[in-house]
């Protein structure tokens, strides 16, 4: 918990400087992703990695905890069945808004746009609720503590140590010392962030700096926040969802109402894609329905290793 950390620019640059090591190893102050921008050289690319693994959104080892990590190419089969779809349904200078919501740090959604990129009237939405990151300077000197955007707990960072949130929860001396942290600095600096303390607090974007430079470039191509249960409004003729795994915890009813509120946001004969990759490695296997709207209704038109869900949680079902 304490040891290994890298929680300094300078640090930082060392461990990206040495080739060759095992980076999982490290603990990484998740601000750190801010020290990325612009082209990222290999190495660069592999430390990012490294730290968005760590950066987690409730507790990973319980139902509906997931980590930021994810990466290029990982939903190639999917935007390859989507391509199919689009071409039997929308000629190619037919407007083509697509949503790709809990789209993490946006990289797969990068995927899709510069697959969609020849058609003048594609654009790519990719949002994510937690979109950043809070770094408050804590009461304590040389202390920072981090907060996903939900105000929860990611990390506190103290001179030479990270201590994980999920590292509190574990042992009776990571319960007695996280009560002993919260107790000093947790609310505090909720209360920095809600009162936006001048100085007294930063925001690092989560989205990847090649996603950044790609929206800055492009206006077809944007990122911003938005929330499964309770999305903004928009219309879209493409909404995806993969690997949201907060959906695990829904019951059927809470489910429908998930659906529900997407549907709303759904164009005439627009395409709606949840699904999963099946296990965390690169290879995993992907798991995805893809259903139209017709109606009021979802009519199933595609599913990819067995579907997400049976065809039923979608057809006959009445969404509006
Ligand atoms: C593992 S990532 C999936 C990234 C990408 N879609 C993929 O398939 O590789 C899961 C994402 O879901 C996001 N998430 C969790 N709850 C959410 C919510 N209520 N609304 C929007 N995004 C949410 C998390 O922040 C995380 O970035």
Redesign the pocket.
């Known amino acids: 918990m304490l040891t290994r950390a890298v929680t300094s620019p300078e640090r930082l640059r060392s461990i990206v400087g040495s080739a060759g090591r095992r980076l999982g190893k490290y603990r990484y102050a998740a601000f750190l992703v801010g020290e990325f921008e612009g082209d990222l050289d290999p190495r660069q690319e592999r430390v990012l990695d490294a730290i968005y693994w760590q950066i987690s959104?409730g507790d990973r080892s319980k139902p509906g905890g997931?980590?930021?990590?994810?990466w290029r190419s990982?939903?190639r089969q999917v935007d390859d069945a989507l391509l199919g779809l689009l071409e039997t349904r929308f000629a190619a200078g037919d407007r083509l808004r697509v949503h790709?919501?809990?789209?993490?740090n946006a990289v797969?959604s990068l995927d899709l746009f510069e697959l969609l990129r020849d058609r003048p009237m594609a654009s790519v939405h990719a949002?994510?609720?937690?979109d950043r990151l809070f770094v408050v300077d804590a009461a304590l000197p040389g202390w920072k503590v981090v907060l996903n955007a939900d105000r929860s707990l990611l990390q506190f960072v103290g001179p030479g140590m990270v201590v994980r949130r999920s590292s509190l929860e574990r042992t009776p001396f990571g319960k007695a010392l996280g009560a002993g942290l919260k107790a000093l600095l947790y609310a505090k600096a909720v209360e920095a962030v809600e009162a936006q303390t001048p100085g007294a607090m930063a925001e690092i974007e989560l989205f990847h700096p090649h996603c950044v430079r790609a929206a800055a470039e492009d206006p077809r191509f944007t990122l911003g926040r938005?929330?499964?249960?309770d999305p903004a409004p928009g219309t879209y003729e493409v909404i995806r969802v993969?690997?949201?795994?907060?959906l695990g915890e829904l019951g059927p009813e809470q489910s429908s109402r998930f659906v529900k509120g997407l549907f709303a946001r759904l164009a005439e004969g627009g395409l709606f894609i949840l699904g999963l990759?099946v296990g965390d490695g690169a290879s995993g296997q992907i798991r995805a329905t893809i259903c139209e709207r017709s109606g009021g209704f979802l009519k199933v038109v595609k599913e990819l290793g067995g579907g997400i869900a049976p065809a039923e949680s979608f057809e006959g079902r009445k969404f509006a």
């Open positions: 959104v997931c980590h930021k990590w994810t990982r939903l790709d919501m809990a789209a993490s797969t949002t994510d609720f937690f938005d929330n499964l249960f993969m690997n949201a795994s907060a990759n």
